[in-house]
Nanobody, 122 residues
Framework: QVQLVESGGGLVQAGGSLRLSCAAS????????MGWFRQAPGKEREFVAA????????YYADSVKGRFTISRDNAKNTVYLQMNGLKPEDTAVYYC???????????????WGQGTQVIVSS
């Protein structure tokens, strides 16, 4: 089992920045990829970004490319999502997930955190 705990959400004005963290514990040696997803009110959960747990490969949704950066600190078993240039449409609950493939599909991710709320005011 892998446990994931997100933190770093909050309220920010449009154009501002936030950094989300996701701390992993348990059988982290089983993790191949870590992803961030988000779910806005009344919408389905969508892919945001992903990175290999070991290695430099990253993958972003078009809607966040150039504004968000995913990174990891393996020594701390933590993955980050640096969010710059935030827009009101980025408002959502953000979830981190651990999985077997570096893909956008939720089905590849077996473990999920509880989510952290991000609100971007206009």
């Amino acid at each position: 089992q892998v446990q994931l705990v997100e933190s770093g959400g909050g309220l920010v004005q449009a154009g501002g920045s936030l950094r989300l963290s996701c701390a992993a514990s348990g059988r982290t040696f089983n993790i191949y990829a870590m992803g961030w997803f988000r779910q806005a009110p009344g919408k389905e959960r969508e892919f945001v970004a992903a990175t290999k747990w070991s290695g430099d490969n990253t993958y972003y949704a078009d809607s966040v490319k150039g504004r968000f950066t995913i990174s990891r600190d393996n020594a701390k078993n933590t993955v980050y999502l640096q969010m710059n240039g935030l827009k009101p449409e980025d408002t959502a609950v953000y979830y981190c997930a651990a999985g077997d493939l570096l893909v956008a599909g939720e089905g590849a991710y077996s473990y999920w955190g509880q989510g952290t709320q991000v609100i971007v005011s206009s």
